[in-house]
């Protein structure tokens, strides 16, 4: 069955980075665009990136432009999320999605001093 796990999530200092991953399994990864969500506390779960089959093509949220970097190895199953400039508007979970139907548990990230 369709396996989504997500990783990386932990607290960090304004201006920080991270780097969020995705392990997808019981699929055929590299036929399928892939995403990645956050919800913050109280707040809908909002889109964040998504990244084509082969990567050449990624969609970004206005908030996270400049800032956040979606790519995949399509050879390992990952898909990943490089975010810098941290601020503390991100603290989210973080979910990896494959076309909106099949969910991981999520990955926190908090951003705080």
């Known amino acids: 069955q369709v396996q989504l796990v997500e990783s990386g999530g932990e607290l960090v200092q304004p201006g920080g980075s991270l780097r969020l991953s995705c392990a997808a399994s019981?699929?055929?990864?590299?036929?399928?665009?892939m995403s990645w969500y956050r919800q913050a506390p109280g707040k809908e779960r909002e889109l964040v990136a998504i990244?084509?089959?082969?990567?050449?093509?990624?969609n970004y949220a206005d908030s996270v432009k400049g800032r956040f970097t979606i790519s995949r190895d399509n050879a390992k199953n990952m898909v990943y999320l490089q975010m810098n400039s941290l601020k503390p508007e991100d603290t989210a979970v973080y979910y990896c999605?494959?076309?909106?139907?099949?969910w991981g548990r999520g990955t926190q990230v908090t951003v705080s001093s």
């Open positions: 019981g699929f055929t990864f590299s036929n399928y665009p």
């Open positions: 990244i084509s089959w082969n990567g050449r093509t990624t």
């Open positions: 999605t494959r076309s909106s139907v099949y």
